[in-house]
């Protein structure tokens, strides 16, 4: 496709479950990031893919949270025992490696509730 | 305080009506300044784009940033109906250019 696709777009799960959501960036993009949005809050980052180099995680809010991304394609964020705060859509992004700041685009988000 | 402070709205106007939308911030360190629309139930997309002080226009939409009062603003003319969404403020360092820190976005909508 030409933009950058999520997949669920939509999921529900019980608190202490683990949950992965999937992005598909833009083809020929070498860098994808991560970001949550929730309810009344801004976009707050959580890591950022670029090539080879070693992701910048420092934005996971802890460690039941984690992502990898192969190669320069698909990535996967995993969170492990889900808590009702992770309830939030979770949007991922792609850019040109030498991308002007902040030229993102941003797929649809997955929408995530815990109950 | 928050880094980046935008005023949530929600915010009415009619059709034809001039909009602005601002964002004030804290970090002196931003150097970068953006706008991001975003529709409802989809991923924001980037309106303009700023490299520091001073003005930018595109089309009905002008950029404004002044780095002195830490203070950006979003100026939409004869604005339309299309136009109603949440805009959200965004900004970044130099330093750290792929990390944006956002605002939490002003609704607004545009009656016909």
């Known amino acids: 496709g030409a933009g950058v696709s999520q997949s669920p777009s939509n999921k529900v799960t019980e608190k202490g479950k683990d949950v992965e959501l999937r992005c598909d960036p833009i083809?020929?993009?070498?860098?994808l990031y991560w970001y949550r949005q929730r309810l009344g809050q801004g976009l707050e980052f959580l890591i950022y893919f670029q090539g080879n180099s070693a992701p910048d995680k420092s934005g996971l809010p802890s460690d039941r949270f984690s992502a990898e991304r192969t190669g320069e394609s698909v990535s996967t964020l995993t969170i492990q025992r889900t808590q009702q705060e992770d309830s939030a859509v979770y949007l991922c992004?792609?850019?040109?490696?030498?991308?002007?700041?902040?030229?993102?685009?941003f797929g649809e988000g997955s929408r995530l509730t815990v109950l | 305080q928050k880094e980046v402070e935008q005023d949530p709205g929600p915010l009415s106007v009619p059709e034809g009506a001039i909009v602005s939308l601002n964002c004030t911030y804290s970090?002196?360190?931003?150097?970068?300044f953006m706008w991001y629309r975003q529709y409802s139930r989809k991923g924001p997309e980037l309106l303009m784009y700023?490299?520091?002080?001073g003005n930018k226009e595109d089309g009905r939409f002008t950029a404004q940033v002044d780095k002195s009062s830490k203070y950006i603003s979003l100026f939409i003319r004869d604005s339309q109906p299309s136009d109603s969404a949440t805009y959200l403020c965004a900004m970044c360092s130099g330093g750290s250019n792929y990390k944006l820190t956002f605002g939490k976005g002003t609704l607004l909508t545009v009656n016909p």
């Open positions: 083809s020929g993009h070498t860098a």
């Open positions: 970090n002196s360190a931003f150097q970068y």
């Open positions: 700023t490299y520091s002080s």
């Open positions: 992004a792609s850019s040109l490696g030498n991308t002007v700041a902040g030229e993102l685009f």
